[in-house]
């Protein structure tokens, strides 16, 4: 099973931007868009942030974007804060995995 | 408001097998695809499996193919999740998970459910 490779930490001072990258093949990323991002607080339940590669769900700040570029899908935090430290995980339902391997987002 | 409480913490014995149940309230319990997903100590997100509630159709990670049965409930609008041959490895948080329609993404979660596998 190959899983979709994220990088296992970014970090970022608070008002920053920082993008967490998701690579996948043309079989997975690059062929659907069926990316979603989730984010995770220690010892909580993950939370949908991003659905169909770019679109938020209710209640998810607009601090928070998606996109996609071939077989990488990006997830970007503007005007970091605080709160936004915690793990993120991609997701493509085609993937082998269906989950990337995990970035944890540090606020510096 | 959609809610999905899963059932307590479970202390099981190698070799044994663990039944984690997910019960959804909130919605129309039917119309949605539910995914089981596991999460191993330090360690990051690992998909089991889906069910329809509909049919009761499933369809499991290769990795857990054999040892997993994902069932439901629709009187009681409960999904189980069933893990047989315990290994110490399996120790881990178990998390029921209700897919958005078309979008295949999971907009809500269980609380989550500790299986610990110990001697």
């Known amino acids: 099973q190959s899983a979709l490779t994220q990088p296992a930490s970014v970090s970022g001072s608070p008002g920053q931007s920082i993008t967490i990258s998701c690579t996948g093949t043309s079989s997975d990323v690059g062929g659907y868009n069926y990316v979603s991002w989730y984010q995770q607080h220690p010892g909580k339940a993950p939370k949908l942030m991003i659905y169909e590669v770019s679109n938020r769900p209710s209640g998810v700040s607009n601090r928070f974007s998606g996109s996609k570029s071939g077989n990488t899908a990006s997830l970007t935090i503007s005007g970091l804060q605080a709160e936004d430290e915690a793990d993120y995980y991609c997701s493509s339902y085609t993937s082998s995995s269906f989950f990337g391997t995990g970035t944890k987002v540090t606020v510096l | 408001q959609v809610q999905l409480v899963q059932s307590g913490a479970e202390v099981k014995k190698p070799g044994a097998s663990v039944k984690v149940s997910c019960k959804a309230s909130?919605?129309?319990?039917?119309?949605?695809?539910m995914h089981w997903v596991r999460q191993a100590p330090g360690q990051g997100l690992e998909w089991m499996g889906i069910i329809n509630p509909s049919g009761g159709s499933t369809s499991y990670a290769q990795k857990f193919q054999g040892r997993v049965t994902m069932t439901r409930d629709t009187s009681t609008s409960t999904v189980y999740m069933e893990l047989s041959s315990l290994r110490s490895e399996d120790t881990a948080v178990y998390y029921c998970?209700?897919?958005?329609?078309?979008?295949?993404?999971?907009?809500?979660w269980g609380q989550g459910t500790l299986v610990t596998v110990s001697s």
């Open positions: 909130g919605y129309t319990f039917t119309s949605y695809y």
């Open positions: 998970a209700r897919e958005r329609p078309i979008a295949v993404a999971l907009d809500y």
